[in-house]
């Protein structure tokens, strides 16, 4: 399991391919449908067959387990971040009808203001895992949690729920030390109680399944409500892929939409697009690429992707830095969700990836505590758990 988890492709290709057997089961194929998906299919294994060739590997777990983070340079500015992403929460939630408490449907009709300020809120998935890694007082370690947690429930943004989520589990996994098995009761409450939001969030969000027109299997006619939610999310993304490659549909804005800041809508629902079901309207990370391009735009996409994904690996090198290991859950969870809906190749992906490396540029800026230890130096303090102590005069 160490070893898997360790393996780039088991955040892209082994997601995928899980992905693409959900769909199988989901739904009642069209024929010419199957040729997206063996596509999906074919990609997915290549990334495992490219990971087993290449040997690029995280780093070892016990690494991850002996990095200390808190008090040091990257913490300091670390913690400036989440404070600064916890203040754009709090603006978000006071200036505007928190949706969960007011109309639900309302999640996705912002203003400008709104957009501008949720594009900030929106980085809420870092709080958990700087809180992690860089409080050591508890109490407050717990709060920051809370907050990367509870924000996305509140503005019913399940995206990032999963993110928080995602981040969070993966740190607990890494860090955890290498001779003890897996901590499967933190892993499993984490995943059902993702899975619980996930599915109440999306009928508060969508409403009825029964809205939905798809071909849907028997199999998964069976299914309770809540578990036909999940299963239609993991399948939807394949499912509009195959049906947009088979229709032979072309449309660059899209595209252009989600990558020059400010272009346009990157909303795919309530346009032109001829999906099956106009409320079901995700289709995969490389869905923009394939209406642009076809299916070769597709695959320069999703080798991109991994391309992405091995470079921060890279980065994480020895040293575990705080910044890029950061970039890497980033990475890692569009991997994840690739399947799902368009998040890598966002301009506000690309902006969060470029504050991170400006970030960690800047950590040399900073008053080195180890440098000082070296030099017989007092090691400059960032801040203070409990304050000094004097002695009594």
């Known amino acids: 399991m160490n070893r898997l988890l360790r393996m780039p492709s088991s955040y892209l290709g082994i997601p995928m391919l899980f992905s693409c057997g959900v769909t199988l089961l989901t739904y009642d194929l069209p024929t010419e449908y199957l040729i997206g998906i063996a596509l999906l299919t074919a990609l997915a294994m290549a ?3 490219m990971d087993l ?13 002996e ?6 340079r990257e913490s300091f500015l670390a913690l400036a971040l989440a404070a600064w992403v916890a203040v754009f929460c709090v603006l978000d939630l006071v200036l505007f009808p928190v ?3 007011n109309d639900p449907s309302s999640y996705a009709t912002l203003s400008p203001l709104h957009t501008h300020i949720r594009h900030l809120s929106n980085i ?4 958990p895992p700087i809180a992690l890694l860089c409080i050591r007082n508890k109490p407050l370690r717990y709060q920051v949690v809370a ?3 509870l924000f996305p429930v509140l503005v019913i943004d399940r995206n990032r729920l999963l993110a928080s989520l995602f981040s969070f589990a993966v740190l607990i996994v890494l860090r955890r030390d290498a001779a003890r098995p897996l901590p499967w009761k933190t892993i499993l409450l984490l995943a059902f109680a993702g899975a619980a939001a996930f599915s109440v969030l999306g009928t508060l969000r969508s409403g009825s399944i029964e809205s939905v027109a798809l071909p849907f299997s028997d199999l998964y006619r069976a299914a309770p409500q809540g578990v036909e939610w999940l299963l239609l999310y993991i399948s939807a993304g394949p499912y509009n892929f195959s049906a947009i490659l ?5 449309n660059a804005n899209f595209l252009v939409n989600q990558l020059v800041p400010m272009s346009g809508s990157i909303a795919t629902a309530g346009t032109d697009i001829p999906l099956d079901a106009s409320n079901i309207n995700v289709g995969t990370e490389f869905f923009p690429f394939l209406m642009a391009w076809g299916a070769s735009g597709a695959v320069a996409a999703l080798l991109a992707l991994y391309a992405a994904l091995l470079w921060s690996v890279r980065r994480l090198g020895i040293a575990l830095s705080l910044f890029p290991l950061l970039i890497f859950l980033r990475i890692a969870y569009t991997c994840l969700m690739s399947p799902f809906a368009p998040q890598a190749f966002t301009w506000t992906n690309l902006g969060f990836i470029g504050m991170c490396l400006t970030l960690h540029a800047f950590t040399v800026l ?5 440098a000082a230890a070296q030099a017989g130096l007092p090691r400059p303090v960032l801040f203070h758990n409990n304050p000094p102590k004097t002695e009594p005069q």
Not at 53 to 65: C, D, I, M, T
Not at 246 to 250: D, F, H, I, N
Request: proline content about 10%.
């Open 246 to 250: 088979a229709k032979e549909y072309e």
């Open 124 to 127: 809420c998935w870092v709080l």
């Open 53 to 65: 060739l290449l040997g690029v590997r995280l780093p070892p777990l016990q690494r991850f387990r």
């Open 67 to 72: 990095r200390q983070y808190a008090g040091t």
């Open 366 to 370: 900073l008053p080195d505590r180890n």
């Open 147 to 149: 907050i990367g947690f």
């Open 99 to 101: 949706p969960i408490f």
């Open 47 to 49: 990334t495992v067959a």
